[in-house]
Nanobody
Framework: QVQLVESGGGLVQAGGSLRLSCATS????????MGWFRQAPGKGRVLVAR????????YYSDSVKGRFTISRDNAKNTVYLQMNSLKPEDAADYYC???????????????WGQGTQVTVSS
């Protein structure tokens, strides 16, 4: 069992930055792929970034590539999402999730945090 708790969301002006954190507890954090998803009102939950167990492989959706950076610290059991040059369309609830493999779809993730809200003002 893995428990995930996100933090770091909030209100930011367009062009600003936020850093989301996802603290985990439980066993074998370092064995999981970790993903950050977002869900805007009325839309589905979409993967924006994913990282493998040691940080050596990452994935970014086209919408965030070059602006967001995912990283992890296995010693602290924490995964991060640095979000720069934020746009109003980045506003959403952001969720971290853990998976056994390099999955793109939310259904492939076994454990989820409760989410943190990001609001971007124009």
């Amino acid at each position: 069992q893995v428990q995930l708790v996100e933090s770091g969301g909030g209100l930011v002006q367009a062009g600003g930055s936020l850093r989301l954190s996802c603290a985990t507890s439980g066993r074998s954090f370092s064995s999981y792929y970790m993903g950050w998803f977002r869900q805007a009102p009325g839309k589905g939950r979409v993967l924006v970034a994913r990282i493998n167990w040691n940080g050596g492989s990452t994935y970014y959706s086209d919408s965030v590539k070059g602006r967001f950076t995912i990283s992890r610290d296995n010693a602290k059991n924490t995964v991060y999402l640095q979000m720069n040059s934020l746009k109003p369309e980045d506003a959403a609830d952001y969720y971290c999730a853990a998976a056994r493999g390099p999955n793109f779809h939310w259904s492939g993730y076994d454990y989820w945090g409760q989410g943190t809200q990001v609001t971007v003002s124009s």
